[in-house]
Nanobody
Framework: QVQLVESGGGLVQPGGSLRLSCAASGRTFENYSMGWFRQAPGKEREFVAAFARSGIRIVYADSVRGRFTISRENAKNTGHLQMNSLKPEDTAVYYC?????????????????????WGQGTQVTVSS
């Protein structure tokens, strides 16, 4: 069973940057699609970015495109989310997740439905 642990969250000023990491243990994750989601207080969990299993397709939410970059280091079983030009509205708990069954298309990766392994989340607060 794969387990995920996020790290790298914290408090940052508007315009600042953070790099989140997602470490997988238990099994290699290079054959899985990986995604990042976030959830602000009182709101539903929303899609941020995803990396399809093939490694070819990457998708971003419109709200973060051009500011966030998703990546993965298969040799280290680790994924990353580089977040630049952060805004107060980016404040949320950020979760990484894997799809260990199947190979969903890019549009489906934008939903929580195909993800069956989730990390515990890391808090990101953007405030002056």
């Amino acid at each position: 069973q794969v387990q995920l642990v996020e790290s790298g969250g914290g408090l940052v000023q508007p315009g600042g940057s953070l790099r989140l990491s997602c470490a997988a243990s238990g099994r290699t994750f290079e054959n899985y699609s990986m995604g990042w989601f976030r959830q602000a207080p009182g709101k539903e969990r929303e899609f941020v970015a995803a990396f399809a299993r093939s490694g070819i397709r990457i998708v971003y939410a419109d709200s973060v495109r051009g500011r966030f970059t998703i990546s993965r280091e298969n040799a280290k079983n680790t994924g990353h989310l580089q977040m630049n030009s952060l805004k107060p509205e980016d404040t949320a708990v950020y979760y990484c997740a894997l799809v260990t069954k199947g190979n969903p298309i890019a549009s489906t990766l934008r939903t929580t439905a195909p993800y069956d392994v989730w990390g515990q989340g890391t808090q990101v607060t953007v405030s002056s």
